[in-house]
C-alpha cells in the first residue's frame, strides 16, 4: 500500500461545478495535511493545508479531513478553466528523527470542461 | 511568494558528464530539500538538510550528493550523469512550519 494514494483521474468536471478531489493515506502518525496545484511543467505551489478534523476554507477551496478515515479531500467551488491542472495531496508525519519532508501522493488531473 | 530560485532550468548532457544544479533561497529557511519527479508521476525526496552542515538522505535513494555550506545554499551534484538520471529536480526550503515551497524546478536530460 502506497503512503498516499490518489485516483490519477483524469476527472472532468463542467466549468462552474464542484470538483471534488480525495486522498487516502496509510500512516495514522501524520500530522499535516496540504493540497498542492501543479500546472503541467511547473512547480508544486500551495493551495491550503489543514491539521484538524473537519473543514478548512478558503475562497473557493475547502479542504476536509477526516483522521479516522484517514482520508483527506479538496473541494474546489464553482470550477474555472484556469484549475485544470493535476492536484497533488502531501502528508507531513510526526517529526522526531527521519526526514520530515512532505510525502506526495502520484496526483489527480483534473480537467474543468468550458 | 516564495524566493527560491533553481538553475539551470533546461540542461541536456552527455553521459559521464558532471553536473550541479544551483538552488538558492533569500527567506533565511532552515531547512532545504531536493525531490526528484518523472513526467506524471510523483514527487520523491532525495535529500533534505535541517542547517549549515547537515545533509541527509531521503526515502528515495539518488547516486546525487549534496552540500549545505551556506543557509541559502544547496546544491545538488551528479558526479557521472546516466540516462537513468533524466528528470526534474524540485528545490524547496522551510523555516520552522511546515509550509514547504517550491523553486520553479531544473528539468535534466542525460544523452
Known amino acids: 500500500q502506497k503512503e498516499v494514494e490518489q485516483n490519477s483521474g483524469p476527472l472532468s468536471v463542467p466549468e462552474g461545478a464542484i470538483a471534488s478531489l480525495n486522498c487516502t493515506y496509510s500512516d495514522r502518525g501524520s500530522q499535516s495535511f496540504f493540497w498542492y496545484r501543479q500546472y503541467s511543467g511547473k512547480s508544486p505551489e500551495l493551495i491550503m493545508f489543514i491539521y484538524s478534523n473537519g473543514d478548512k476554507e478558503d475562497g473557493r477551496f475547502t479542504a476536509q479531513l477526516n483522521k479516522a478515515s484517514q482520508y483527506v479531500s479538496l473541494l474546489i467551488r464553482d470550477s474555472q478553466p484556469s484549475d485544470s491542472a493535476t492536484y497533488l495531496c502531501a502528508v507531513k508525519k510526526n517529526s522526531g528523527g527521519g526526514a520530515d519532508g512532505l510525502t506526495f501522493g502520484k496526483g489527480t488531473h483534473l480537467i474543468i470542461q468550458p | 511568494e516564495a524566493d527560491i530560485y533553481q538553475t539551470p532550468r533546461y540542461l541536456v548532457i552527455g553521459t559521464g558528464k558532471k553536473i550541479t544544479l544551483e538552488c538558492s533561497q533569500t527567506?533565511?529557511?532552515?531547512?532545504m530539500y531536493w525531490y526528484q519527479q518523472d513526467p506524471g508521476m510523483e514527487l520523491h525526496l532525495i535529500h533534505y538538510?535541517?542547517?549549515?552542515?547537515?545533509?541527509e538522505k531521503g526515502d528515495l535513494s539518488s547516486e546525487s550528493t549534496v552540500s549545505r555550506i551556506r543557509t541559502e545554499h544547496f546544491p545538488l551534484t551528479l558526479e557521472s550523469a546516466r540516462p537513468s538520471h533524466t528528470s526534474q529536480y524540485l528545490c524547496?526550503?522551510?523555516?520552522?512550519?511546515?509550509?514547504?515551497?517550491f523553486g520553479e524546478g531544473s528539468w535534466l536530460t542525460v544523452v
Open positions: 524547496a526550503s522551510t523555516w520552522a512550519g511546515d509550509t514547504i515551497y
Open positions: 538538510s535541517y542547517g549549515v552542515n547537515s545533509t
Open positions: 527567506m533565511g529557511h532552515d531547512k
